[in-house]
T-cell receptor, first 116, second 114 residues
């Protein structure tokens, strides 16, 4: 069964500190992996997308890494800000592309709280 | 502004009542999705539509119904058959195909049972 697991479930850090969130998946075959940021009570917003041939992708203070061999990804947040407080969701696509409807497997998310 | 809108933001349902959640997009995307989000769980697919007048059941379609009469609209009805409807409902549309396909999400509707 295709699954995406994320750790930790929740994380509290002080403003200005760095942190790393983890994503492990059993999705196969693998097409691409995305990280989304979801503010409380809002819809998710895409941060990064990586295909199986990419091992790192940055978006400002967010850097995602991918190890397709071990089926692991991480999201590193540098110099955290209060506005980084949100849930971060890892999403993996199991199909090699095409017009499939059920081609997104969502992780449960990591809840990050940044304190002043 | 281009994007996806959902309404209402909060919706209250009485026992035995059907309620409809609205989802509209002006991104000209063909594919649209409805997801349910519960605390501690990943988004679960309720229904999806690849094109107008066509839609397919997702993993948890029981107790829900949809229509896709227009490209820009994909309303979701939560019927009385759905015994545990309290959740956050997210609508999404998809841009592109293949490795660069991306979903765009609406702001969500929180459904509560009275």
């Amino acid at each position: 069964k295709n699954q995406v697991e994320q750790s930790p479930q929740s994380l509290i850090i002080l403003e200005g500190k760095n942190c790393t969130l983890q994503c492990n998946y059993t999705v196969s075959p693998f097409s691409n992996l995305r990280w989304y940021k979801q503010d409380t009570g809002r819809g998710p917003v895409s941060l990064t997308i990586m295909t199986f041939s990419e091992n790192t992708k940055s978006n400002g203070r967010y850097t995602a890494t991918l190890d397709a061999d071990t089926k692991q990804s991480s999201l590193h947040i540098t110099a955290s800000q209060l506005s980084d407080s949100a849930s971060y969701i890892c999403v993996v696509s199991p199909y090699p592309g095409g017009n499939y409807g059920q081609n997104f497997v969502f992780g449960p998310g990591t809840r990050l709280s940044v304190l002043p | 502004d281009g994007g996806i809108t959902q309404s209402p933001k909060y919706l209250f349902r009485k026992e035995g009542q059907n309620v409809t959640l609205s989802c509209e997009q002006n991104l000209n995307h063909d594919a649209m999705y409805w997801y349910r989000q519960d605390p501690g769980q990943g988004l679960r697919l309720i229904y999806y539509s690849q094109i107008v007048n066509d839609f397919q059941k997702g993993d948890i379609a029981e107790g829900y119904s949809v229509s896709r009469e227009k490209k820009e609209s994909f309303p979701l009805t939560v019927t009385s058959a759905q015994k545990n409807p309290t959740a956050f409902y997210l609508c999404a549309s998809r841009k592109g195909t293949g490795n660069r396909e991306t979903q765009y999400f609406g702001p969500g509707t929180r459904l509560l049972v009275l």
